[in-house]
């Protein structure tokens, strides 16, 4: 804008020196004309000696700024817009013009008409230049329309100084009122342009504020909002569908590692007792037993190890239906003192068995809000656990406490005396068929789910269970819901 408005002033600046004083001239000219034709008619209605051709001489001299003189054939003045002093100079001057004697070679002639005739006319006496029209009026007396062209050259100076500092004023005012302008057109373009580079780096916070009264720029920034928040509630539900995938897809490849696992550990495990069966029942059809006792152990092993198969298919059974919620809980009010003290009546054979001493620390009834069958299944695992895997004094202990860190759980604890758990089996004893010792657990009978089967169980309950080494042995916990 500062750089249209100085061309602009240079170009009138340059128009100005070059044309304006041609344009002028050819309006003094035309002035000139006019003046001498109104005059010639008003001569010829009214005749040049009365007074209402003196007045309209005057008002033509006043208004077009011209120097007149009308003189009679024999040179007396009629009428003149100069003083006496002045008036036989140009008397002189019209005489010289009349009869040819002016200075034609000087000024030059610039237009002749049918009676009168129009020049460029320097002034010896007077040291300048002007433009003269004489010419004969209707009534036969002789006129001359004088003007000066020093007072064009003059004016034409002191508009370009006035140009010059009027330009100048104006390109301060424009430039402050372009700063302006610019600054409101441009600070919403702006921000626009800074909202776009945020949205193209996927940040979304950042708003355009329209204004009341809104222009072309409020409403883009309007709809620019509008797409900010469509994209960003597009991105996102993308992004939650993308993490949804991404999980099912994690979740498929944890189950196709599981499946695999499973199938390698259930071929481990059964693989031992069907060889040991079908051992003892080809030794059985061959007829090695030479007597009743050891058909009878033959037997018997033959028992043990499809009571074992029964177990892990029992116990894989139930971890499968936990771990893919195909259990349906039913979570019930009951008593846990209740329900511990018969669990240890049932495994009281087993403890015998093993030599191991089971005590309880009764309380009052302790009532909890799970589903009793999965509660029962995991203490069970805690408990025969604790009595395959007891040593030194083979002493068991059950407790029932308030836990510690949340006031609406309730914590049951199994501890058994014997060695520790090393410490890089702690996080593994939870895994299905993690054995620290494989061959104490087979010596045992232990499956190797047990553990597994109690951590789906809290899981199933969003519960939590653990497992720490003492002093003396080796507690195992779990929590349940308060009723």
């Not at 129009?118 to 329309?145: A, C, E, P, Q, T």
């Not at 994690?250 to 040991?276: A, G, W």
Request: aromatic letters at 8%; hydrophobic letters at 35%; proline letters at 2%.
């Amino acid at each position: 804008m500062m750089g249209m408005g100085i061309g602009v002033v240079l170009l009138i600046f340059i128009l100005n020196t070059t044309l304006l004083r041609y344009v002028y001239y050819h309006e003094k000219e035309e002035a000139m004309k006019k003046t001498f034709s109104e005059l010639s008619a008003a001569s010829e209605e009214t005749g040049t000696d009365t007074q209402e051709f003196a007045t309209e001489f005057e008002a033509a001299s006043v208004k077009r700024n011209v120097s007149m003189l009308i003189i009679r054939s024999d040179g007396d003045v009629l009428l003149s817009t100069r003083g006496e002093n002045e008036n036989p100079y140009m008397v002189n001057q019209l005489l010289f013009l009349i009869l040819g004697n002016g200075p034609d070679n000087e000024e030059g002639l610039l237009e002749t008409g049918s009676n009168y005739t129009l020049r460029k006319y320097h002034d010896d006496r007077l040291n300048s230049d002007f433009l003269v029209l004489w010419g004969v009026l209707k009534d036969g007396n002789f006129i001359m329309i004088r003007t000066g062209i020093e007072s064009i050259t003059e004016s034409i100076g002191i508009f370009n100084k006035f140009l010059v500092f009027g330009a100048i004023f104006g390109l301060v005012v424009s430039f402050i009122v372009a700063m302006m302008l610019s600054k409101r057109i441009s600070s919403p373009i702006i921000k626009l342009t800074e909202i776009s580079n945020k949205m193209s780096n996927l940040d979304f916070d950042e708003k355009y504020a329209t204004r009341e009264k809104g222009n072309e720029v409020d409403i883009l920034g309007f709809h620019m909002n509008r797409m900010s928040e469509t994209l960003e509630k597009t991105i996102n539900e993308l992004t939650e569908a993308n993490k949804k995938l991404q999980e099912d897809l994690d979740l498929k490849e944890q189950n196709e590692k599981m499946r695999r696992e499973f199938i390698s550990n259930v071929s481990h495990e059964l693989k031992t007792p069907i060889s040991l069966i079908r051992g003892y029942a080809e030794g059985l059809s061959e007829g090695v037993c030479e007597n009743p006792e050891d058909a009878k152990y033959y037997t018997d092993v033959i028992m043990d190890e499809a009571d074992r198969m029964n177990r892990i298919v029992s116990e894989l059974s139930s971890l499968n239906k936990l771990e893919y919620g195909e259990n349906v809980l039913a979570p019930e009010k009951f008593d846990l003192t209740e329900m511990i003290k018969g669990l240890i009546d049932s495994v009281k054979v087993m403890s015998e068995k093993y030599g191991t001493e089971i005590s309880f620390d009764e309380r009052d009834p302790v009532y909890v809000f799970e589903d009793e069958f999965l509660t029962e299944q995991a203490v069970s695992n805690y408990l025969t656990n604790a009595i395959r895997y007891s040593e030194g004094e083979k002493k068991i202990r059950v407790s029932i406490f308030e836990d510690e860190e949340d006031e609406n759980l309730i914590r049951v604890s199994v501890f058994n005396t014997g060695d520790g758990i090393p410490e890089e089996s702690l996080e593994r004893v939870w895994d299905k068929f993690y054995k620290i010792d494989p061959a104490r657990t087979r010596e045992v009978g232990g499956t190797g789910i047990g553990l597994s089967v109690v951590k789906a169980v809290t899981e199933a309950f969003k519960t939590e269970c653990g497992v720490r080494n003492t002093d003396c042995g080796v507690e195992f916990f779990l929590t349940l819901h308060k009723n």
